[in-house]
């Protein structure tokens, strides 16, 4: 007789049902997982069968044949330990077929019978709802995680004996229910804006940045606080909605990096790779393809510290996710497209002794030394960085003032507001901020006087912009009139835009 119970696995940061079927039948005992299993599935039947058997509970001593449908896409993990042993249970009349109707089971299993935490559990969650599942039967470790998907009745326990009780009816377990008691909010006030000297128009063009999730390149010599405003840029940006959360945890969640009690990530990721890193650790990828940075900067901040040092062909696979906001990557089991909706920051010295351009005049760099380093970085990827910002030293007045700069909650506050009128104005396009409009947005959403026309088109001849740099400095002046809270973009916003586009002829960028 066959046994049918479900599961769930991971294919790229989403979901999908899988069928755990199990026949028994007459002949010699033996124990077969079919349907393309990798190692780690393969194993489970020896984790399954002491787990029961440490558990005081019966193994079937027939043939068994375990199938997981869909059989032509590769399962991988400990996922299915659960599925496979609540089948044999059911098959040995342990409880009855009724009590795993409409229900997926996800755990790994411990030798002595214990359920124990997976990755990307969240993500499963979320297909079950979706295909009309009531119920999910988990480990108590995952139990949390997966009460964020409402709808679901999530059923968390510690063991087998437990889960035999549970469905036969003699004990009574209730249903998990999401507690913001367990989130785990991270305090970044050691990084606060208020500690700045000096950089008004450097944090000036952050917060531009912030509130519309626009693209920075920052040049300066070192010393001058590019990695410092940097590391300070997570204190500002805005709040994220749930969905963004959502969506944020289940990226982290199939990654396995979700901290101990961290349920659901409130504070917007800041990634900080080093210049050693890889195309496929940037962008994702690997034997069993897993999120890259771009994808694990989702909602929030890529930020690469002096750019030139990083290979030149690993910061050019940010062209396409930097356009398309997403990252695809093809491998001889299928394709997988992971979201990488981020922020760049970067920073980079003028040259390769950092001076270039200082009022020190202490450059000793040649043109061709200059225009070598700076090449490293090319002019499309270049193109797609919305704000050009220099940073210059700090004076000594300002190092020496005892006085506060602004709080970073005090910019938090406005920049809050202008995503609020961004998430009202753009509510029916899937859209966040403003860095995200296409070109079909940018007629009704970034409408300009003759005025500001004729200011656009003199700046536009001037430097030589493309049509990308062109569309980008209408959404950074859309942001500059979402911060001053006016439905026009007047001269005074796309003057700022514009100012932020000019370091092209300075540095040869």
């Known amino acids: 007789m066959i046994y049918k119970v479900n599961s769930c696995s991971i294919y790229g940061i989403n979901g999908y049902i899988v069928k755990v079927e199990v026949d028994l039948s007459n002949g010699l005992p033996g124990f077969d997982i079919v349907g393309l299993p990798d ?7 020896e984790r399954v069968k002491a787990a029961i058997k440490n558990s005081e509970l019966q193994f079937p001593h027939k043939r068994i044949t375990i199938n997981l449908a869909p059989a ?52 499963m969650c979320m297909e079950a709802k ?47 229910v999401f507690s913001t008691k367990n989130l785990l909010i991270n305090d970044i006030d050691d990084w606060d804006f208020k500690d700045v000297k000096g950089q008004h128009m450097v944090k000036r063009a952050l917060e531009i940045a912030a509130a519309g999730s626009h693209n920075v390149l920052m040049v300066g010599p070192p010393g001058s606080g590019k990695t410092m405003l940097a ?27 979700l901290k101990e009690g961290e349920n659901l990530i409130l ?7 080093h210049h050693t890193i890889s195309a496929a650790s940037l962008t994702g990828g690997g034997r069993i393809p897993k999120p890259g940075e771009v994808s694990l900067a ?90 050009h910002i220099e940073v210059k ?7 020496s003032n005892d006085s506060k700069s602004e709080s970073s909650s005090s910019i938090k506050e406005r920049i809050n507001k202008a995503r609020e009128i961004q998430l009202k104005r753009y509510a029916k396009d899937g859209i966040y901020f403003n860095s995200q409009l296409k070109p079909k947005h940018m007629n009704k959403y970034c409408k300009i006087g003759q005025k500001e026309k004729t200011l656009l088109k003199n700046a536009f001849e001037k430097y030589n912009m493309s049509a990308r740099a062109f569309n980008r400095i209408l959404k950074v002046a859309r942001t500059i009139a979402d911060l001053d809270y006016s439905e026009n973009i007047n001269m005074n916003h796309i003057a700022e835009a514009i100012q932020h586009r000019t370091l092209d002829k300075k540095y040869m960028l």
């Open 72 to 123: 032509d896409i590769k399962k991988e993990g400990s996922v299915f330990d659960l599925a496979i042993a609540a089948g044999l249970l059911v098959s040995s009349m342990y409880f009855p077929e009724e009590a795993v109707e409409n229900t997926i089971f996800l755990g790994e299993l411990s030798l002595d019978g214990t359920i124990k935490g997976i990755k990307g559990i969240l993500p």
């Open 267 to 273: 504070k917007r990721p800041f990634r900080s790779p």
């Open 393 to 399: 030293p700090v004076k000594f007045n300002d190092l």
């Open 231 to 257: 590391r300070r840029l997570p204190s500002i940006l805005p709040d994220m909605t749930f969905e963004e959360s959502l969506e944020v945890t289940k990226i982290y969640s199939v990654a396995g990096l």
């Open 39 to 45: 190692t780690t599935v393969k194993e489970s039947k």
């Open 298 to 387: 989702h909602f929030g901040v890529l930020f690469l510290d002096e750019m030139p040092e990083f290979p030149k062909h690993v910061l050019e696979v940010l062209r396409q996710p930097l356009e398309d906001e997403c990252v695809t990557i093809s491998r001889v089991n299928g394709t997988i497209t992971y979201p990488s909706k981020f922020m760049l920051i970067a920073s980079i010295n003028p040259c390769p002794c950092g001076y270039f351009g200082d009022d020190s005049n202490r450059c000793s760099c040649s043109a061709t030394q200059i225009k070598n380093y700076i090449g490293k970085i090319s002019g499309p990827l270049m193109d797609r960085i919305d704000l």
């Open 130 to 176: 979706k295909q009309g599942f009531s119920r999910v039967i988990t480990s108590n470790e995952n139990a949390q995680e997966a009460a964020l998907v409402k709808g679901l009745e999530i059923i968390g326990i510690n063991d087998l004996k437990e889960m035999v009780e549970y469905l036969n009816g003699s004990l009574n377990i209730e249903p998990t």
